[in-house]
C-alpha cells in the first residue's frame, strides 16, 4: 500500500485530538484523489506534446547564454548565465540536456575534454518564444 492511501487515516489521528472525533469521521469517509503521473525524466521533462519544461529565469538566462555562442563550455555558458557555482551549472546543463534542449557537441564525454553546448531545434523554439515575451531592455536591465 502506498502512504498517499493512507491519507485518511492519518489525517484522522492527526485531527482527531484537536478537532474531535467528527472531524476525524470526516477524514476517514474523504476520498483518496489520484494525482496525474508525472512523466519519467525528471523537472518537468514531457515527450509529445503538452507543457514542457518549466523556464525560470536562470533557464532563460542560460538558454539565451548558448545563443548567443555555440559552442560554449560550461565555464562561458556560467560567466554568460551569471551563474557562479560551478554544481548549480553542471546540474542545469545536464537537466536542459536531458529534456532535448540543449545538445553537448563537443568531447565532454572524454576525461578532460571540455563541453560545447548547442541549443537543439526545441531549445532554439523555447529560447525565442521567451525572448518574445521578455524584451531585451528587461532582460538587460535585470543584469
Known sequence: MRPSELRGELMSLILLPYLGAAAAKRELAR???????????????????????RITYRTARVL???????????????????VVDQG???????????????????GGGLRGAPNAWELTLRGEQIQQSVARVVPPSARSARR
Open 31 to 53: 476520498p483518496v484523489r489520484r494525482r496525474a503521473q508525472r512523466p519519467r525524466g525528471g523537472h518537468g521533462a514531457t515527450e509529445g506534446p503538452g507543457p514542457g519544461p
Open 64 to 82: 539565451a547564454a548558448i545563443a548567443e555562442r555555440p559552442g560554449a563550455s560550461n565555464r562561458e555558458v556560467a560567466n554568460r548565465a551569471e
Open 88 to 106: 548549480q551549472i553542471s546540474k542545469l546543463l545536464s537537466r536542459l540536456e536531458a529534456q532535448g534542449l540543449i545538445a553537448n557537441v563537443g
